[in-house]
């Protein structure tokens, strides 16, 4: 603790006490949202039959399905790692140190998979590798139904965290260290061993347990690319609660999945702690330079080339597939989406444009209230230290607890007044706020923390009262990083799909909701219009993060960081 | 039902809401007093197949006064597993699509409250499982196997016709079924396999099955609009397989939805591989408005609702009066002697079946 800090506290001595008030809120919403409606199907599915069901904690190891489920999770959410790490390094680089036009552009447009809904990336992919799909159509290949499929789309989505994890402290790594080496004899190679990769170590660590902790629960895309014969943990507890409706097998797999986020969140925060650790920050204009020589350029071109292959092309594949009617190009499934097709979902298809862009405000209103406050009080002086550093990663775990349970939980618990929110539309928006609040929490910690505590201080000697401390102080200076957050918020709200397919209501569905239910539906006219939803819905999510990408911060003042929260997950 | 009248207030309440809890609270109270408080509202709680004809509807509403919401709430599996999830304050007042293979779990889960309906008498008798009538027939399907007519012409095979046929040589690598564990055709078609082969004898029947390259996919929209050769949409699709597990008024659909009406419908049905399903709906336990319900059950039995069933959700009447439209009798088949099974045998033993199932056929 810095001297400033002391002082602050012994000037501020109910610095604790403010702290907890701060986490009060944010606190009893996590209470009420996700600790309670888990925990009750949870509970749930141990006590059937008025007695606990302990016992099934064997039985479910025991059964080979699955212990398959479980292999199968593991070694895909490994594989998938790795894979992405193997594409997306380079890129980092890239992005991280080479200077070339577009590069602003280029940074947007891979971040976008990540914010895309599951369901438009599975399409897509289904679209490319599918029956009909390009690869059909031009060599006869079929990736769909294979694991292939489920490992590209995941380097798809992830591409964009080992980028802006890695690429973000990579960029501002001082170049002069390794120049050194390099002048003390040591060859490129040893220069990079040495000098560079040590130090990107935790943040690549943190960069591929990020990519973990999502693989690991992936839904969208194993439902929509593995077929029956493929299923993650995420996708058992779906099919064991909503197919099978074996409830105690369901929360002893809930259980499991529990421990195993828990698990790679304590390492997680354990990697980005050990990173934060003295590492010579210089600014990221410094370190970037025109590609020099045949290797540079090749790694520049390689890169596009990859992006082009693996990001855009299944993107470009879908769009054309909404314009690709049954009489040749045009607006026809565009059309399809405003008639009312009773049959589908009692409203035009368009208004879940609306249903989405309303959820979407509303649970970005709510993230930003609860992460604000959350962050706030993480970055209070005061006491209670350990206490809120478990807050800390408590808000992370939504993040990885089975939305499927989140979303049955509500509807078995949040049945009663005066929290009888079933019939209310704004139970969606709670539980795609759940999924908002630790990006806002990672975007606006890093910001709080870095603002100088003599400053807030040195406005309480003056007599300011807390709140106008935060307006004066804090609130100019975490302003950039709040509309960040907004925006994150809102492009996540847009595109969740676990909790919202099982609480939307149908005659509400969210974009997503739409597409998944377009795409289970025969026809092409059917699969046509979920082509041309899920173009509106990449078009409407794109949009947010481009603006996103203009407000992003600039400069060496606090707020200078990666503009997408991942690099401080 | 509330449905999005004004975006501008939602957005409104949504930032009071978020503001604070209470306002959330208040917010959630209004919306429970406007969707279930009128008792000329009545809830139908169904599955995505769920159709009937407008008119038909609105007779009723007219006759009757009251108002019907449609809740249709994903498949018949998933439906009926969260309406016993939330039994104990139900979405809606009425559920219909549960059916013979499901039956037992939502009686035991306590989902339906008694109701005999005045129309019970009219009722086929066979298909009045429930002593206590907590449940009400409505219509039955059979699960069969389809076949693609022009397949079986242009490689001169005779298309097959039971069970034991599908496992010869000649239809290597011809049929699609669906997923036991996720889609209720597929579970049909398990139940069959096991009430011809016996407890014992249907994994081995399932083996020789598998052996002979039977091709399992999730749900029946993916079987038989797109795997399957002999359908409009699998046609477009590129379909590979000839043979689908779907039900025996499917060719009748083909013929119906075919864009010039054909002398016979371009896909058969082997009578042989037919599984019985029966299709309920019920009073919900704790119905908010219990009388709609009796009602909308009522109007689910009669006449005008049961000879309008089979054109809108291709499956039969379990009434003896209602009149089948002339296109079943022109393009369906009449199954006589479909497998059955009680449903207390299907309760007991479907889940170990559909588990022993997935290792068996899918792992």
Sequence with gaps: MTAARKAARRLWPKGSAARLGLAAVPAAFFALFFAYPVTAIVLRGLREGGHWQFGRLGEVLGDPGIRHVLWFTTWQALASTALTLLVALPGAYVLARLDFPGKALLRALVTVPFVLP???????????????????????????????????????????????????????????????????????????????????????????????????????????????????????????????????????????????????????????????????????????????????????????????????????????????????????????????????????????????????????????????????????????????????????????????????????????????????????????????????????????????????????????????????????????????????????????????????????????????????????????????????????????????????????????????????? | MSTVTSRTTYVGVALAAAVGLTTLTACGDSEDSSSGGKSKDVTLVTHDSFAVSKDVLKEFERRTGYKVHRLKDGDAGRAVNKALLTKDNPQGDVFFGVDNTLLSRALDGGLFQPYRTPELSSLDAATRLDKEHRVTPVDTGDICVNYDKKYFDEHRIKPPKTLEDLTRPQYKNLLVTENAGSSSPGLGFLLGTAAAYGDEGWPTYWKKLKANGIKVVDGWEQAYNQEFSGSAGGRKAGGERPLVVSYASSPVAEAVYADTPPKTAPTGVATGTCFRQIEFAGLLSNAKNPEGGKALIDFLASKRFQEDVPLNMFVSPVRGDAKVPAEFTKYGTVVREPYTMAPDKIADKRDDWVKSWNTLVLK
């Excluded at chain 1, 314009?323 to 499934?333: E, K, R, S």
Aim: aromatic share 8%; net charge positive; proline share 6%.
């Design chain 1, 118 to 569: 599951t369901v438009v990336a599975g399409s897509a992919f289904l679209a490319l590798l599918g029956r009909g799909g390009l690869l059909d159509d031009l060599w006869g290949l079929r990736l769909d139904t294979t694991v292939w499929a489920i490992l590209l789309a995941h380097v798809f989505f992830n591409y964009a965290v080992v980028v802006r994890t890695v690429g973000g402290l990579w960029a501002q790594l001082d170049p002069r260290q390794e120049e050194a080496a390099r002048m003390l004899g040591a060859s490129r190679l040893t220069a990079w061993r040495t000098v560079t990769l040590p130090a990107l170590g935790p943040a690549v660590a943190a960069a591929a347990l990020m990519v973990f902790l999502f693989t690991f629960t992936s839904f969208g895309v194993v439902t929509i690319l593995g077929g029956p014969t493929y299923a993650t943990l995420e996708v058992e507890i779906y099919r064991q609660t909503a197919d099978v409706f074996d409830l105690p097998t369901a929360a002893v797999l809930s259980l499991i999945q529990f421990a195993a986020v828990a698990l790679i969140l304590l390492v997680h925060a354990w990697t980005v702690r050990r990173r934060e650790s003295a590492l010579h920050l210089v600014p990221p204009a410094a370190t970037a330079h025109r590609p020099r020589g045949a290797a540079q350029w090749t790694l520049l071109a390689g890169v596009l080339l990859t992006v082009l292959v693996l990001l855009l092309l299944p993107l470009a594949v879908l769009v054309q597939r909404s314009f690709d009617t049954g009489g040749g190009p045009g607006l026809g499934y565009y059309r399809a989406l405003t008639r009312n097709d009773d049959e589908v979902f009692l409203v035009p298809p368009v208004e879940a444009i609306g249903n989405s862009l309303t959820y979407a405000l509303a649970a970005t209103a709510i993230a930003l209230v609860i992460g604000c406050l959350a962050a706030a009080a993480l970055t209070r002086p005061g006491g209670a230290g350990r206490l809120l550093r478990g807050f800390d990663a408590l808000l992370m775990l939504p993040l990885g607890v089975s939305a499927v349970t989140v979303g049955f939980g509500f509807l078995i618990s949040l049945d009663e007044p005066p929290l009888d929110l079933r019939a209310s539309w704004i139970l969606v928006p709670l539980a795609q706020a759940l999924v908002g609040v630790p990006f806002v929490v990672r975007t606006m910690l890093p910001v709080l923390r870095a603002i100088d505590p003599r400053l807030r201080e040195a406005a309480r000697v003056l007599g300011a009262a807390p709140h106008r401390v935060w307006r004066e102080i804090d609130l100019p200076l975490a302003a950039r990083a709040l509309l960040v957050a907004a925006g994150f918020a809102f492009a996540v709200s847009l595109g969740e799909f676990g909790a919202t397919v099982f609480i939307a209501r149908p005659d509400n569905p969210t974009l997503p909701v739409a597409v998944a239910r377009l795409l289970g539906r025969p026809g092409e006219s059917n699969y046509g219009q979920a082509m041309a939803l899920s173009t509106l819905l990449m078009l409407v999510c794109a949009l947010s993060l481009l603006l996103l990408e203009r407000v992003r911060p600039r400069g060496r003042d606090a707020a200078d960081r990666p503009a997408v929260p991942t690099g401080e997950m």
